[in-house]
């Protein structure tokens, strides 16, 4: 419940206030420290984004994330289903087992790589 309510209020928080326009969001050190993005820069402008429905500005803001956050919606989903099925369990091992987990991390790295040399095109 606490979870719940905590993410609850993490939600209002990014419907309420504009990451781009407020500061009182953490910015991030990596492009700080380099001036380069890293692969979660623009994240919470897409999540506001989303929350208002703009799918369009989320992908301008972060693609990686819009792609990403039904994939992590779903394995959360079935994390909470008390006794899954075998054929579930076949599911969520094939697409959260050791071998998408590597695959996750290669596009998350490639995303972040790709991001960076197209803008110093």
């Not at 091992?93 to 995303?111: D, E, P």
Request: charged share 10%; hydrophobic share 55%.
């Amino acid at each position: 419940m606490v979870i719940v309510v905590c993410l609850g209020f993490i939600m209002a928080n990014y419907w309420l206030f504009d990451p781009a326009t407020t500061n009182h969001f953490p910015s991030c050190p990596f492009k700080a420290l380099t001036g380069l993005k890293c692969a979660g820069c623009g994240s919470q402008r897409a999540l506001y984004q989303l929350l208002h429905m703009n799918i369009r500005g989320a992908w301008h803001c972060n693609p990686l994330l819009v792609v990403m956050l039904p994939y992590m919606l779903f394995g959360a989903l079935l994390d909470l289903i008390k006794n899954p099925s075998p054929s579930l369990l076949r599911i969520r091992k094939s697409l959260y087992g050791i071998a998408a987990i590597y695959t996750v991390l290669a596009i998350i790295v490639a995303f972040w790589i790709v991001r960076n040399l197209i803008e110093q095109l």
